[in-house]
Each structure stands twice: as structure tokens, then as C-alpha cells.
């Protein structure tokens, strides 16, 4: 039977485009669904920034991204000592798609807790995914208390891990990975004899153990990420100083060309995480272009690495070194195989479909 | 008329009411349970330590500020609000305390919303042009004083101005004051804790101070307050709400030499009804709430308040308290509540 095509609203944040220039998880994964839900004739409505790019219809407050976190371009120096204005932008542009609430057979919240205050107020059907991290959010009792009013609105994990990592009884429908552009990410059997390091940098994301496996493995490291704001001192005292430009190297933040060159021409990827990462785009980018993953064994890493096959899967800087010096055994192959197998935007997309499907028929 | 079913969110920074600090939880408070007593059907969007006779909703036990949430947790709020007007079918008005967010709710609803701004941002806030502008044309909105309403860099179209009122009974009057001057408010430069010691030491009078000091003010209080206390100029912390009638009955007058745009100011009106004249800083609402050479002075800055200060005993004492009771009680106060419900739903 031939499903009926959907009017969907796509929430996305105020706070980098979609697509992102460089930095911005949530945003990349708003963009692939949101093109491949037109590309399969939906009529979806993106509300984003007014500098985002996409063929679905584009709603916005903010024309320019926020930028990290807050906005602070905008803020007066009155809000800089009330940082709970601060959230005015953000509900200022999440309120949007449910004023136009009956325009839409479903609203899919990716801005986390702001799309969620509205949704109770409506009668579309909201469903959020949440990029963010569940395992941290109970410790605050706010967060606890919304998570707990809203369990019963629908909820998609972007892992089993993430899923696992929060006690509230939250109306989960779905585990659904993210995907890659395949075509984006070109394979390469070669690499250079370097490591790749990618993300923002920040001490969860396992910057300064990737260094130190560098310089016992004696192997060129380059560093590529962004820092937040809140992350400047940290990068400036513990990151900075290490950066000798013999074995480590920082390149910046990277755009879409950059980082795909940095990532296909890797020996490895290093993911030293500490903390449990909700899901990892980067480790799929890499294996996508046929680099292996080495990674320490939090979040999601279980779900995303085939251990010996597409990467290793570790505990701690020492064993991280002994599986550095047996990479050459993963045949780069497999790695991008296991990508087009089990993490393209279209099993990404086929997933959410059927989700919002069965959604609207439960009503 | 008939009787109403009416929600009143209230912030949930604080118990209603509160347990010291929290003016518009006082008034939150005094509203609620007039018009209990009146027969309308209150349901009080509050923290679960509130006392009321109204039917009590409540997210939390305990108030946010109690709990050790910051002040910055705005989210609580939000929430407050997204379940009390998830219930909006079962009211027929929806009066909102908060002044900011409330609008961003009324959208999605057909019940009237009334929002009382007991305080108003800065004109250069971002909430003006956020919020305010947004829903400018379509929020009722009540202030508490035509300065609070001047202040606002935008015009509503549908407003009023209904005076802030206490309950007279818990403030006695006291013909007899003691020979010292008082201060009351949260210490801070906008309230003018320093100004009032300036003026005790230039007229040589007694200072007694009382106020809760907020964490944010602690240094302002270590650095430019604490320096100054002796014998003469004393500061007896934060007093409960049994406390300060006695604090204010016993003084010859409270000095509020404010340097902000005071939307009310509770404090002028319950020492004035303990009879003690307040010699103010013409600010905010200041002209509205004391009559000048009869419940008090209002004068322009420190060498005019010593002057006031010295010509004290000329204020007729039964004055002060005869203004409270005619202009600033509870009663008066939800009276035009009362009535601007009715007005909003003959609409």
C-alpha cells in the first residue's frame, strides 16, 4: 500500500545553520533527513536559521546563527548578568512551528527541552529526538522534573547506550542511528601516517589522551574542532602548550572538504571519550572513508565500531597504543562496508518514517 | 455577577506566601485568598509549601530559591506554566504573575490571560522586543503604578493600573515612635542602603537597617555597608512579616532615598500604615503612593532628605496610616482585579 506523503515540521536550533559550516552535530542530522524527506515527497518545513540551506520550505526568527551555545550577539550587557534571558531566543524561535501547529501532520522537535513546553498545548503529535546527553540530565532537578512531565510525549534515542542511561520511564518509540551522506565521504584504500583527532574540544571528548598516545607512538596527531567559549581557558592552559607543530598539530575547525580530507587520509581515528557520548558522528564519517576507529569503551561506541573488523575498541591510553600498533590488520574495506550497511541517511530516513507512520496512526 | 473559575500562576521562586522575603509573593497571596473568601473558584499554580485555601497545583514541595535553584532557572517557570495552561478549558480567566513568559503560552489557548507586571525590565532588555512587541497588540496587561506603566517603552492596548494593597491588620499603629530612623528593603545600590546611612550620619540620628542580603549583594554589603555599622548604624538582618510591624511602628520615619524606577515599593505603604512617615527619593512610583508634607517627604537626593529628616515631627502620624487604609488595602486591591476580570470577559 502506498503511504500518503506527510507534512512534517523539522525544529532544528537557532544556533547554527542547516547545514552547519563546520561545528554542529544536531544541525547535520536535521539536514540529512530534512533533504531526504523532500527528496521522497513530503512537504516539510525547516525551521532554522535564515542563512540555512535546504529544498524544504525555510521558517526562521533569527536570520544568522546564535552561534555556541548562547546567543550572545545579542545579548545587551543587562542580559550578560541575567543569563536566563538568554533563553528568550531560544523560545522565540522554538514556539514557531506550534503556532502553525495544524499546517503540520507532525512536529519533530530536535531542540531539545524547548520544543517540548508547547507540545503539551497542541494537538500535532510531537516527537523528539534528543541529541543531547540524557546520562548527565537527571543529576539536575529541573531537567529530572521535565523529562518527567513530558515522558509520555514520544521520544527517539539516537542509541541503545543513550537510551540505557536514563532511569525516567520516557516513551522511547525507537532506537534510530544517524546516517551518513555516503556520497560525501569518498573511500580511500590509502592513508598517510598520521592520526586523526575531531570534535570540539572539550576535556569529555578525550583531547589530551589523544595526545599522549601520539607521543608515545611517536605518530603525528592533527587536531581539528572547534572551542566554545566555555572551553577557551581549557584549551588555552592544557591544549595550546602541547601543540609543538613537530608531533601535534591543529588545523581549526574544519568544513565539510576539510574534514574529509583529514579523516579519508588518516591512519586512525583516536576516540578516547570519557564520558557517555550519546552517539559520535565523526566515528562514522571516518569509517565511512575507510579509516578505523580506535576508541575507549563509553556511550555509544559498542553500537557504532565492529571491534577487530572496523576499529578497536578499548579501555584506556594502554591498551589504546597496543591496538594502534596492530591497525594495519583492519582492512579499510570493511570499515566503509559497515557504514553503507548499517548508518546511510537513507536507513536513517526509512526508519523515521516508518516512526512518524506509526505515530499518526496511533491516534 | 457570577462567581469565576480563575488560575493564578504564580512564579516559583518562593512559598505563597512567602515565609520573609517575596513582595509579590505577598501579594499573590492576599489576592488568592480575598477571593476565596468571595466564593470564586481559585486553582494557585504555586510551590507545594504554599499556604491557601485555594486549590493548590504544585510541581514542586518546596520553593525554587529553597531548594538552591538559581535564579537563573527559568525553565521551572516554563514549566509552571506549560501545565497550568495545559488545564485552560477549566477556567474562565488565567491571571499569570510572571510578567515574562506567560505571553509565549497564551497563543495556543481560548481562555483570557491576564498578566500582572509586578516588575519591568530595563528599556534596553531584549525581553521588550522579543516578547512584548510580539504580543503587544493582544495581552491584557495590568501595571502596578502609572510610573511602572510611563516606564514601559511600549504602548498595550489593553491595560490598567491597580495599586499594590496590604493587609492593614498585621501592621499596628504606633502613635509613639522611639527616637531612631529605619531602612527596609534587600540590600543593594537600586534601594539605596548607603544613601540612608549617609543621611543618618549627616543628621547624627540612629539608623536601624533590615533587609535580606541576596548572595549577588554580599560583596556591595561587605565592601560598602558593613564598614559603616557601629552603635549609631545598625543592621538587624532580614525580619519576618510579625517582626516588622513593631520595626516599623517604633520609628519616626523610613528613609527609601531608591536610585531605580521602583515599580511600587510595599514597604513605603506598610510603615506608613504603622504610622510612620517614609522620606523618599522621587522615583518610580513615589509620587503616587506617599503624599508629600503629609504622609512624608519626597525629596531629590541626600541634602534634601537631612532637611526632611529634621522637619519630621511635623507629620501627623494618624495621616500615614488614614492614606494606607484608604488607598492601599487588600480590599481596594482586589477590587479592581475583580473588576478588570469582568471587563476582560464582557470582552
Not at chain 2, 201 to 224: N, S
Amino acid at each position: 500500500m502506498k503511504k500518503r506523503k506527510l507534512k512534517i515540521a523539522q525544529l532544528s536550533t537557532p544556533f547554527f545553520d542547516v547545514p552547519p559550516e563546520t561545528y554542529g552535530g544536531t544541525e547535520l542530522v536535521v539536514s540529512n533527513l530534512t533533504e531526504e524527506l523532500v527528496k521522497r515527497g513530503h512537504r516539510v518545513t525547516l525551521f532554522a536559521t535564515g542563512t540555512s540551506k535546504t529544498k524544504a520550505h525555510l521558517e526562521y526568527v533569527f536570520k544568522k546563527a546564535l552561534g555556541p551555545g548562547k546567543p550572545k550577539s545579542l545579548l545587551s550587557s543587562l542580559a550578560e548578568k541575567l543569563p536566563w534571558t538568554q533563553a528568550l531566543p531560544s523560545f522565540y524561535h522554538a514556539i514557531l512551528p506550534f503556532e502553525k501547529a495544524d499546517q503540520f501532520d507532525i512536529i519533530h522537535n530536535h531542540f531539545h527541552y524547548y520544543g517540548l513546553f508547547f507540545s503539551s498545548l497542541v494537538k500535532t503529535p510531537t516527537l523528539t529526538t534528543y541529541h543531547g546527553d540524557l546520562s548527565t540530565a537527571e543529576e539536575c532537578t529541573i531537567e529530572k522534573l521535565i523529562l518527567e512531565k513530558y515522558k509520555e510525549s514520544f521520544w527517539i534515542a539516537i542509541s541503545e547506550s543513550q537510551r540505557s542511561h536514563i532511569k525516567t520511564k520516557l516513551k522511547f518509540l525507537k532506537v534510530i542511528h544517524h546516517g551518513v551522506s555516503i556520497e560525501k565521504f569518498p573511500f580511500s584504500q590509502r592513508h598517510q601516517n598520521y592520526l586523526a583527532w575531531l570534535g570540539r574540544i572539550t576535556k569529555k571528548k578525550g583531547i589530551l589522551e589523544a595526545i599522549k598516545i601520539a607521543k608515545i607512538t611517536k605518530t603525528k596527531l592533527i587536531i581539528a574542532g572547534t572551542v566554545n567559549p566555555r572551553d577557551e581557558e581549557y584549551f588555552k592552559k592544557e591544549i595550546k602548550p602541547k601543540i609543538d607543530k613537530k608531533i601535534i598539530f591543529y588545523i581549526g575547525s574544519v568544513n565539510h572538504p576539510e574534514k574529509v580530507k583529514l579523516l579519508k587520509n588518516a591512519k586512525a581515528l583516536l576516540y578516547p571519550i570519557s564520558w557517555e557520548e550519546p552517539f559520535g558522528l565523526v566515528m562514522i564519517e571516518a569509517m565511512a572513508c575507510g579509516t578505523p576507529v580506535i576508541a575507549f569503551d563509553r556511550g555509544s561506541v559498542r553500537e557504532i565500531i565492529k571491534d577487530g573488523k572496523t576499529g578497536f575498541i578499548v579501555k584506556n591510553t594502554k591498551e589504546m597504543v597496543k591496538a594502534f600498533k596492530k591497525i594495519e590488520e583492519i582492512n579499510r574495506k570493511d570499515c566503509q562496508k559497515h557504514i553503507e550497511r548499517n548508518f546511510t541517511v537513507k536507513k536513517m530516513v526509512d526508519e523515521y518514517e516508518k516512526v512518524y507512520y506509526k505515530v499518526l496512526l496511533g491516534r | 455577577m457570577k462567581k469565576l473559575k480563575i488560575a493564578q500562576i504564580a512564579p516559583l521562586w518562593f512559598s505563597i506566601p512567602p515565609k520573609k522575603y517575596g513582595g509579590i509573593e505577598r501579594i499573590i497571596s492576599f489576592l488568592t485568598e480575598e477571593l476565596v473568601r468571595r466564593g470564586h473558584k481559585i486553582a494557585l499554580f504555586a510551590s507545594g509549601d504554599s499556604k491557601t485555601k485555594a486549590e493548590l497545583f504544585s510541581l514542586t514541595k518546596k520553593g525554587a530559591i529553597s531548594q538552591g535553584l538559581s535564579w537563573h532557572d527559568y525553565y521551572l517557570n516554563l514549566l509552571n506554566h506549560s501545565f497550568a495552561f495545559k488545564k485552560a478549558d477549566q477556567f474562565d480567566i488565567i491571571h499569570c504573575h510572571w510578567g515574562v513568559m506567560g505571553a509565549f503560552f497564551q497563543r495556543f489557548i481560548k481562555t483570557p490571560v491576564l498578566h500582572t507586571f509586578h516588575n519591568i525590565p530595563t528599556a534596553a532588555d531584549l525581553r521588550w522586543e522579543l516578547v512584548y512587541k510580539y504580543y503587544q497588540d493582544d495581552v491584557n496587561v495590568v501595571f502596578i503604578s502609572e510610573s511602572e506603566k510611563r516606564n514601559t517603552p511600549l504602548k498595550f492596548k489593553n491595560s490598567w493600573v491597580c495599586y499594590n494593597g496590604i493587609d492593614i491588620s498585621q501592621f499596628k499603629f504606633n502613635p509613639y515612635p522611639k527616637d531612631h530612623f529605619i531602612w527596609v528593603a534587600r540590600v543593594c545600590p537600586a534601594k539605596g542602603t548607603k544613601e540612608a546611612i549617609e543621611i543618618a550620619k549627616r543628621t547624627k540620628t540612629k539608623l536601624l537597617l533590615a533587609g535580606q542580603i541576596q548572595p549577588h549583594y554580599r560583596e556591595y554589603f561587605e565592601t560598602e555597608i558593613k564598614p559603616e555599622l557601629n552603635s549609631q548604624i545598625q543592621y538587624v538582618g532580614e525580619l519576618s512579616q510579625e517582626e516588622l510591624s513593631d520595626f516599623y511602628g517604633q520609628a519616626r520615619a523610613c528613609l527609601y532615598p531608591i536610585s531605580w524606577e521602583e515599580p511600587f515599593g510595599l514597604i513605603m505603604t506598610e510603615s506608613m500604615a504603622c504610622g510612620t512617615p517614609v522620606i523618599a527619593f522621587d522615583r518610580g512610583s513615589v509620587r503616587e503612593i506617599i503624599k508629600d508634607d503629609k504622609t512624608g517627604f519626597i525629596v531629590k537626593n541626600v541634602r534634601e532628605a537631612v532637611a526632611a529628616v529634621k522637619k519630621i515631627d511635623q507629620i501627623d502620624r494618624r495621616e500615614c496610616r488614614k492614606w494606607v487604609k484608604e488607598n492601599f488595602t487588600v480590599k481596594k486591591m482586589v477590587d479592581s482585579y475583580e473588576k478588570i476580570y469582568y471587563q476582560i470577559l464582557k470582552n
